[in-house]
T-cell receptor, first 112, second 110 residues
Framework: GESVGLHLPTLSVQEGDNSIINCAYS??????FIWYKQESGKGPQFIID?????DKRQGQRVTVLLNKTVKHLSLQIAATQPGDSAVYFC???????????FGAGTQVVVTP | KAGVTQTPRYLIKTRGQQVTLSCSPI?????VSWYQQTPGQGLQFLFE???????NKGNFPGRFSGRQFSNSRSEMNVSTLELGDSALYLC?????????FGPGTRLTVL
């Protein structure tokens, strides 16, 4: 069956360093991917998305990379700040499912 | 523009009771999705409503139901509550693909 998972449950990053969060998906029919950030006590917040016809997309301090060959995507956060401490989720969707399937989440902890 | 609002924010119920949660989407959004979030299972899709019709459904038992009104507001109902239903219930409204989440309703079943 389909699954979306993240490689690490917790990522500790020093302030100012770059963060890389990885995610694997199993369904090759997935054609749309989103990264969300969830801070404590809040709902998930959209960060960036990417469609399967692209392999890279950049936002403000964030970059998403998609490798369809190995069904892997990553989120890179440049110059990580204390405010980036949160749980990050990847989600995948395909036209046939019609719904988003979320990974388990990676807790990013930014240390001074 | 106001974001997605959910009421109540916190709820405590006992086993066997039923509960109704409410979600008001962003103005103009016609699609509302519901998710259950638990530490063990992560974010799991419950159902999606669009123009008062259920468009997608996740793998939850029939005790979980929902509906959407003509103003796009949505409710979800859980009957015969079980301890395992304790979770954060998130509602998201969307246009096309991007989903905007509400703060969630924290349900505790005792």
């Amino acid at each position: 069956g389909e699954s979306v998972g993240l490689h690490l449950p917790t990522l500790s990053v020093q302030e100012g360093d770059n963060s890389i969060i990885n995610c694997a998906y199993s369904n090759s029919a997935s054609d749309y991917f989103i990264w969300y950030k969830q801070e404590s006590g809040k709902g998930p917040q959209f960060i960036i998305d990417i469609r399967s016809n692209m392999d890279k997309r950049q936002g403000q301090r964030v970059t998403v990379l998609l490798n369809k060959t190995v069904k892997h995507l990553s989120l890179q956060i440049a110059a990580t700040q204390p405010g980036d401490s949160a749980v990050y989720f990847c989600a995948a969707q395909s036209e046939s499912w019609g719904k988003l399937q979320f990974g388990a989440g990676t807790q990013v902890v930014v240390t001074p | 523009k106001a974001g997605v609002t959910q009421t109540p924010r916190y709820l405590i119920k006992t086993r066997g009771q039923q509960v109704t949660l409410s979600c008001s989407p962003i103005s103009g959004h016609r699609s509302v999705s519901w998710y259950q979030q638990t530490p063990g299972q992560g974010l799991q899709f419950l159902f999606e409503y669009f123009s008062e019709t259920q468009r997608n459904k996740g793998n939850f038992p029939g005790r979980f139901s929902g509906r959407q009104f003509s103003n796009s507001r949505s409710e979800m109902n859980v009957s015969t509550l079980e301890l395992g239903d304790s979770a954060l219930y998130l509602c998201a409204s969307s246009t096309e693909n991007e989903q905007f989440f509400g703060p969630g309703t924290r349900l505790t079943v005792l």
